[in-house]
């Protein structure tokens, strides 16, 4: 009962949180996007616990909040742009960025609807254990891992565009 109630907050706090990064009403300011992501990745690690992955959480909370959000805030603040000087956004960007996400959702849909639930799955290992997470990450897993640090690269890359003014 009382997880129950904790996984929607969780959930609810992680939505809010993440759309906030992206659409926020507050500032224009990419320091408080940056902070509404740290929250994002709290409440993610909050999830996370509450699965018993507390390693996980843990490292969610280490090395993105962290480590990651320290590098993307040391970013943000050593560009130092007035919100004047930020560049405009242009409709084709828009377009291709809005296209992207679509063909990303529709992947996902798709690889969801093709998939089996119970497929794959041994019998469940130790609670807790870092050794199968960590032969899962490095042998089946290795390609999508490899992937979240190219996306890593590209949202540091994506800053420092996105905030940088337009040279005339």
Request: without cysteine; hydrophobic residues 60%; neutral net charge.
């Amino acid at each position: 009962m009382v997880t129950d109630i904790l996984f929607y907050v969780f959930a609810i706090a992680t939505l809010v949180f993440g759309a906030l990064v992206v659409a926020n009403p507050f500032s224009r300011n990419p320091v408080t996007s940056a902070m509404f992501l740290v929250l994002t990745i709290i409440s993610m690690a909050g999830l996370f616990v509450l699965l018993h992955a507390f390693f996980l959480a843990a490292v969610q909370v280490l090395v993105y909040a962290g480590a990651v959000m320290v590098l993307f805030l040391f970013v943000i603040m050593l560009l130092d742009l007035k919100e004047e000087e930020q560049r405009k956004i242009k409709k084709t960007g828009l377009v291709a960025g809005l296209v992207s996400v679509g063909a990303i959702v529709a992947i996902f849909i798709r690889s969801l609807l093709a998939s089996e639930p119970s497929r794959g799955l041994g019998d469940p290992q130790l609670e807790g254990s870092t050794f199968a997470l960590g032969k899962l990450l490095f042998t089946d897993y290795l390609l999508p891992f490899e992937i979240v640090s190219l996306l890593l690269l590209v949202a540091m890359v994506g800053v420092i565009l996105l905030s940088k003014k337009d040279l005339k």
